[in-house]
């Protein structure tokens, strides 16, 4: 295989370059630098200069908040580049999200409907639409994401680490209403690297993958605090509504993945935390 990674600079596409790269699989990965991959002329040339076995699409806006705009750079880059690199025809897989559900039926089988409640659930909801059908795509849907990463702050999950050891001893507010089920980048990248060959062979469609322990913000910063050198009763629950609204419960079951025989047992919460803090600082 010779597999382009897009967003090979984030949370997720970096654990993915990494873990193709140690399994000894050849791996591209160009930076944003090098290619704006919302303008659809540099990624044909992109694609045609190297020509790709196989593609894995890290490369989102997936913070929420930057989604409500629904400018043309967030189209681009959330639902038009998901088309543009399934059109190429190469076995495709594509990250989408939970958040293409309203949190209000947990657990979600793949077949459940979409219905997303803001512009970024809404936004990887039609990219689906888009590329669902074809039989060189395979759609791996995962909910909020962690895993080690230079900057604490560019993560959900350890953004709370961020937070405590900012606030030098003093309180933080965190999130104590929507249920997480916080998923270990270095667990999904295994998981993909699994899949990869088999994608429009064997398997092609919709697939989801989670981590298994539902918690709040609240509770993962209780978890986190102690690992970084803070006290959790800095931690305080917050039950304040979110300004974008943002799904209660979104479980993806993953039933449909385990029934591969290729399913990647996710690593538990806190020892994956101690890995990801550990290894980013
Ligand atoms: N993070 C989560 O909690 C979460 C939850 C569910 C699903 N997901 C999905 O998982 C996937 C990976 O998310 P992530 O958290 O790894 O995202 P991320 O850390 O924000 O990384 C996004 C990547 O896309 C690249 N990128 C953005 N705009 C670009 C452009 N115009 N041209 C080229 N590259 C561009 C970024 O490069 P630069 O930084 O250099 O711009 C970065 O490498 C996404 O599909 C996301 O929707 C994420």
Known sequence: MNVLVTGGSGALGSQVVEALRQA????????????????ADALSAMLAHYNPTHIVNCAAQRRPDRCESEDEAVIALNVLLPKRLAAFGRPLVHISTDYVFNGANAPYNEEAPRRPLNAYGRQKAEA??????????????????????????NSAVTVLAANLLKAKGGSVMMDDIAI?????????????????PHVGVRFQ?????????????????????????????QC??????????????CHLSTRKLR???????????????????????
């Open 24 to 39: 000894g699989v050849q791996v591209v990965a160009p930076t944003h630098a090098e290619v704006d991959l919302t303008d």
């Open 128 to 153: 689906e639409t888009l590329i669902e059908a074809l039989p060189n795509v395979l759609i791996l849907r995962v909910p909020i994401l962690f895993g080690p990463i230079q900057d604490w702050s």
């Open 180 to 196: 997480r089920y916080p998923t270990f980048t270095c667990d999904i990248a295994q998981q993909i690297l699994r899949l990869l």
């Open 205 to 233: 469609g919709i697939y989801h993958y989670s981590g298994e322990e539902a918690m709040t913000k609240f509770t993962m910063g209780m978890t986190m605090a102690p690992l970084v050198g803070c006290d959790a009763s």
């Open 236 to 249: 305080l629950p917050d039950h304040r509504p979110t300004p974008v609204p943002r799904p209660y419960d």
């Open 259 to 281: 029934q591969t025989g290729l399913f990647v047992a996710p690593t538990p919460f806190a020892t994956a935390l101690i890995k990801a803090l550990m290894v980013s600082h």
